[in-house]
T-cell receptor, first 111, second 113 residues
C-alpha cells in the first residue's frame, strides 16, 4: 500500500535562508505528488504539485524535486519568510484519486 | 480562502450524539473528498464523490460514518453515536475533473466530550 513519510519532523531556519523539506514515498507506481502548507487551525493550502513524468517544477519561491530512483520528494523554499512558518505535508495520489499524506514537517522561521 | 467552505467550523458534542457536517465545494468542481485529521498527523482519506456518486467509501472508519452528495453539489458527513475517539478535524476537498489539484476547506473541528 501507499505510505508517505518525512525525514525530519521539525525544521528551523533563519529568515532569508533557503529551506528544504524532504519526503520519502513507498509506492513506485505513484504518478502524482503534491505539497501543502497548513497553518494552525486552518485547512491545508496547496503549494505546488508534480507529475511523475517530471523531475522538477518551479513556482513562486518554491521548487519541488522528484527523484523516482530513490522515491524521494523535496520542497525548496527560497528566501524563507516568517509567514512561511507552518506544517508542510507531502502527499501522493492513491487509487481513488485520493491523497495519502505523511506526518508533516513543522517549519519555524527565526526572525 | 480556497472557495471550499465547511460548516460548522467547530462542533462540541456529547458522546452518543449524532453530528452532521456540511461541505460546499468550489462551484465547478465535480469531485469531492472527505478526510479526517488528528493532532500531529496528516489528513486521512475517508470517502470520495464524483458528482452525486460515492465512488469510494471503504475507508470510512466504521458504519457509524456516512456521507451523501445528493445533487452533486454540497456534501454532508454524518457520524452517529459519536465516541471520544471521533474527536478530530474533518476536512473536505474538491477538484475539477480534468485537473489533479485538490483544494481543501477550513475544516470542522469536532470535540466529543
Amino acid at each position: 500500500g501507499e505510505s508517505v513519510g518525512l525525514h525530519l519532523p521539525t525544521l528551523s531556519v533563519q529568515e532569508g535562508d533557503n529551506s528544504i523539506i524532504n519526503c520519502a514515498y513507498s509506492n513506485s507506481a505513484s504518478d502524482y505528488f503534491i505539497w501543502y502548507k497548513q497553518e494552525s487551525g486552518k485547512g491545508p493550502q496547496f503549494i505546488i504539485d508534480i507529475r511523475s513524468n517530471m523531475d522538477k517544477r518551479q513556482g513562486q519561491r518554491v521548487t519541488v524535486l522528484l527523484n523516482k530512483t530513490v522515491k524521494h520528494l523535496s520542497l525548496q523554499i527560497a528566501a524563507t519568510q516568517p509567514g512561511d512558518s507552518a506544517v508542510y505535508f507531502c502527499a501522493e495520489r492513491g487509487g481513488a484519486n485520493n491523497l495519502f499524506f505523511g506526518t508533516g514537517t513543522r517549519l519555524t522561521v527565526i526572525p | 480562502d480556497t472557495g471550499v467552505s465547511q460548516d460548522p467550523r467547530h462542533k462540541i458534542t456529547k458522546r452518543g450524539q449524532n453530528v452532521t457536517f456540511r461541505c460546499d465545494p468550489i462551484s465547478e468542481h465535480n469531485r469531492l473528498y472527505w478526510y479526517r485529521q488528528t493532532l500531529g498527523q496528516g489528513p486521512e482519506f475517508l470517502t470520495y464523490f464524483q458528482n452525486e456518486a460515492q465512488l469510494e467509501k471503504s475507508r470510512l472508519l466504521s458504519n457509524r460514518f456516512s456521507a451523501e452528495r445528493p445533487k452533486g453539489s454540497f456534501s454532508t458527513l454524518e457520524i452517529q453515536r459519536t465516541e471520544q475517539g471521533d474527536s478530530a478535524m474533518y476536512l473536505c476537498a474538491s477538484r475539477k475533473g480534468d485537473t489533479d489539484t485538490q483544494y481543501f476547506g477550513p475544516g470542522t473541528r469536532l470535540t466529543v466530550l
